[in-house]
């Protein structure tokens, strides 16, 4: 599974080669996309910063967002969308929102955004390798990006690349994950097939 991140929306060349390449990869995978925030969130962030509304409003406007980039994606891949895992096969595009309203026992918060909602998507729909594809290379540490770490680094370190409930949810569905971006994306057909790429791969440590 794949999450293309909202901050691709301001890299057009990037964003269109990965959708290029996701196309390719759909002949012999069964995709499934789940579609990132970014500028759409980030506007509903400076909105409730200005008008003071709740958490919990916000959190359902910035995934109306994601479902509007969710649509911006379909387009370019040439995909379906679909509003139910449910009726998720090959080259698909999830709009999340009536999925995550049936949910009863979600934080509704900034700290469940994206990443974190396309880690809950694996666990429902088992599967366990998740590509977050986003506008920087990798998580970082010192300067440099990290190829490899586990999740109870990721919950003790709390890097800013991805939100903090992520390591949650990875342990949850027994998920590896990679964070990928820029020349990282080449990879994701290796990753696919359980390889490596660059970038970072996240460990989910389970007891």
């Given at each position: 599974m794949v999450k293309v991140g909202g901050s691709l929306q301001e890299?057009?060349?990037l964003l269109r080669r990965v959708c290029s390449l996701l196309r390719s990869l759909s002949e012999e995978y069964d995709l499934l996309v789940v579609p990132g925030g970014g500028r759409l969130a980030?506007?509903?962030r400076e909105l409730q910063r200005r008008l003071g509304f709740s958490e919990e409003a916000a959190h359902w406007m910035a995934i109306l967002g994601m479902e509007a980039y969710g649509i911006l994606l379909r387009e370019l891949l040439g995909w379906r969308c679909t509003t139910s895992l449910k009726e998720v096969r090959g080259g698909t595009v999830l709009l999340p929102f009536s999925e995550?309203?049936?949910?009863?026992g979600l934080e509704r918060s900034w700290r469940l955004t994206s990443d974190s909602i396309a880690a809950w998507v694996?666990?429902?729909?088992?599967?366990?390798r998740l590509v977050l594809v986003k506008g920087v290379e990798g998580i970082?540490?010192?300067g440099r990006i990290r190829r490899t770490i586990t999740t109870a680094e990721l919950r003790e370190r709390r890097p800013p690349e991805v939100d903090p409930l992520l390591a949650d949810f990875?342990?949850?569905?027994?998920?590896?994950c990679?964070?990928?971006g820029g020349r990282g994306v080449e990879g994701l057909g290796e990753v696919l097939k359980g390889g490596e790429a660059l970038g970072t791969r996240i460990v989910p440590v389970v007891e």
């Open positions: 890299r057009g060349e980030d506007a509903v995550l309203r049936r949910e009863r694996c666990g429902k729909v088992g599967c366990r970082r540490e010192g990875l342990e949850r569905g027994r998920i590896t990679w964070v990928v």
